[in-house]
Each structure stands twice: as C-alpha cells, then as structure tokens.
C-alpha cells in the first residue's frame, strides 16, 4: 500500500499471488504504477478463487467444521475485477489470460508441509483435535492419489493481467 521507493524508479513492478491481502486494490495497483517509470509494465497473477493450493484443505476442513480464513480481497481475483482494476487505473495495452499451473510434489509429506506453510491453512488446522488430523490427512490422501513413483501433481489455474504506465504527456 506504501512502496519505499521513488516514483519512477523500476521497469516493471509484479505483484505475485498476494493481491487477495492488498486492503485496497484500487489503491495497491495506484502504488505499483507509481514506482515504475513511464512505459514500463504493470502486472499480477492470482489464484483464481477456490482453486489455488489451499482449495483442496479447505474443502476436506469443511468436513470437521474448521474453516480456512478467507483474504480480505478474494474478489479481486475475477478476471473483470482484474480488468476493472487496470482500466480505471489508466493503464494502456492491457493484456489479460487464465494461466493453468501444475505443481509437483514428490510426495504427500512435501504437499503436506508446503501447505502447512499457508497460514490460513495451517490455522484452521491447529483448531482440530489430533485424530482428526490424521483423518484429515487421510482424506486428502484420498482426494490426490499419487502416481506410481509417489508425486503428488496438482493443478490449478490463475488470472494474470499486464499493463503499460502511459507515457507522460
């Protein structure tokens, strides 16, 4: 919400999968523009909402009760909330795409502790009793086998969108 850079000073700035904790977008995609110099890029990509990593915990927490805590901006990951974001915004050649990603664990112990590194997630796991832990862990097992040599992939998709700082007048 505050850089603590001079205006104009980077080619590009890139905000990478948190624009759903930015309070005010509106405000955070101002902040971006004004740290890149004139005819540099401003872009993000997200999550798109209900499929990043979390989206399989908090589907199998929903079954103990247990909620993952939503970001304050969740909305901001639609891709006409995106679109709205940079057209108000003024930026010029605006580009936008859905991206699927595809990550690799190698095993259920890596998806396990790369997802207790969410807070959310790892929040809402603290509140359960420690079987249900394990039952929790069993159903995710369950509801993303591995394949034969023990990976894990999981597949998701996000909203991406760039635009260029106009050129001063």
Not at 101 to 124: P, Y
Request: charged fraction near 25%; include cysteine.
């Amino acid at each position: 919400m505050a850089l603590p850079f001079e205006a104009d000073r980077f080619d590009a700035a890139v905000m990478a999968l948190v624009r759903f904790f930015v309070p005010d977008p509106a405000k955070g995609v101002a902040e971006m523009a004004r740290v890149v110099c004139p005819g540099g890029t401003v872009s993000t990509y997200l999550w798109i909402t209900g499929e990043g990593p979390p989206a399989p915990f908090t589907v199998e927490l929903a079954a103990f009760g247990a909620t993952v805590a939503r970001a304050p901006s969740t909305d901001a990951a639609r891709m006409e909330v995106l679109r709205a974001l940079w057209r108000d915004a003024g930026r010029e050649a605006v580009e936008s795409r859905e991206i699927e990603v595809r990550r690799t664990f190698a095993d259920f112990d890596d998806l396990w502790s790369s997802s207790m590194g969410v807070s959310q997630v790892e929040d809402a796991v603290a509140t359960l009793a420690a079987t249900d832990v394990q039952l929790l862990k069993a159903r995710l097992w369950a509801r993303l086998p591995a394949d034969a040599q023990g990976r894990i992939t999981y597949a998701a998709r996000v909203n991406a969108i760039k635009g260029r700082v106009p050129n001063s007048p």
